[in-house]
Each structure stands twice: as C-alpha cells, then as structure tokens.
C-alpha cells in the first residue's frame, strides 16, 4: 500500500481544511487508515482512525467534535475534515494505514509523506 497525503495549507484560526489521502495498491479494504500528526519539536501524535469499511471511528480527545474521519474504499481515499482550526493543530500530518485497531504509530505498516497544516492567531 502507498498512500499519498495532500490537501494541507495556512488557515486562520476557526477555519476549515480537509486531508485526503490517496492509497495505491491492493489490499487497501484490509486496513484501518489513520492520521498523526508532529509539531516542531514534538513526537508523532494520533489524530484520528477509521475502521476498514468505515463505521467506527476513533479521535484524540483534543480533535473530538471539531475533526472528522471518514473514507471512500471505492476511491481508496480516507479524509481528515478539520474544523474550528486553532493554532495548536498546526503541524505536519501524516496518514498511515495499519492491520489493527490501534492509536501507536508503531502499529501502523505504511506510511504518507506528510503535508502541512499551518494556523494563524
């Protein structure tokens, strides 16, 4: 599986970005797709992960009720709809796809390069 992040960019505070990640390859059904992110000077994080058809979803508490995962198997890409964006989001995002149910980086097999999310106060 390759996956190939995109959609980040400068927002100011309170707006609005959406991720997409797009999965090459097959087996793609066969994993749970989840997004990190790392600030300068911080460790990875857990964003958010969705299950392989979609129906269960999983947030950091510091995300819940302002980020959305979800994802479209038919065309292999999972979204990270961000809302009421505050200065604390900004960092690089990462999508990654794992075999299991998990919020450690370390569980997840593949990887996207990354894109940018900045925030302005």
């Known amino acids: 599986v390759q996956l190939q992040a995109s959609g980040g960019g400068l927002v100011q505070a309170g707006g609005s970005l959406r991720l997409s990640c797009a999965a090459s390859?097959?087996?793609?059904?066969?994993?749970?797709m989840g997004w990190f992110r790392q600030a300068p000077g911080k460790e990875r994080e857990f964003v958010a992960i969705?299950?392989?058809?979609?129906?269960?979803?999983r947030y950091t508490d510091s995300v819940k009720g302002r980020f959305t995962i979800s994802r479209d198997n038919a065309k292999n890409t999972v979204y990270l709809q961000m809302n009421s964006l505050k200065p604390e989001d900004a960092a690089v995002y990462y999508c990654a796809a794992s075999r299991l149910w998990s919020s450690v980086s370390d569980e997840f097999d593949y990887w996207g390069q990354g894109t940018q999310v900045t925030v302005s106060s």
């Open positions: 969705v299950s392989r058809h979609g129906t269960s979803t």
């Open positions: 390859g097959n087996m793609y059904n066969r994993y749970r």
